[in-house]
């Protein structure tokens, strides 16, 4: 539950919010003994009026890519794809939060390598 007082918001409001604090805490609690959310959080932040923008189930996803692990690896530099080119000729390179396992041959790390060294000269550059 995310709970923002808009721009112009009275003083109060937030004051009020900062001494019910313990209660929305709390709210966890209230779920769990099958407390209704929207009861929960009008109890919560009763005479305050609040409304509902967006409700939407919580999931587990992930949005790792392809393109952001070639992201993270130009990251570690030229140096570095360098070795794993002249060490390996490969890398497997695998997403800590679902576990995908991300295949880059020679080829594929070789422009890596290449767009690593156009942004570090463009840093070089810039400096």
């Known amino acids: 539950m995310l709970i923002q007082p808009l721009p112009g918001c009275e003083e109060t409001v937030i004051e009020t919010l900062t001494a019910r604090s313990e209660e929305i805490a709390k709210l966890s609690a209230k779920l769990d003994e099958g407390e209704e959310l929207l009861d929960a959080v009008n109890g ?70 290449d767009a690593a060294q156009s942004v570090e000269k463009h840093d070089r550059e810039e400096s």
């Not at 996803?61 to 000729?89: F, H, N």
């Not at 995908?100 to 790390?109: A, C, G, V």
């Open 44 to 113: 919560i932040l009763v005479g305050m009026e609040p409304k509902v923008v967006q409700t939407y189930a919580p999931e587990y996803r992930c949005d790792c890519s392809r393109e952001r692990i070639e992201r993270a690896l130009i990251s570690v530099g030229a140096s570095e794809l360098t070795s794993m080119i002249e060490q390996d000729g490969c890398a497997d390179v695998s997403c800590q939060f679902c576990g995908k396992t991300y295949h880059f041959d020679r080829q594929s790390l070789t422009a890596l390598l």
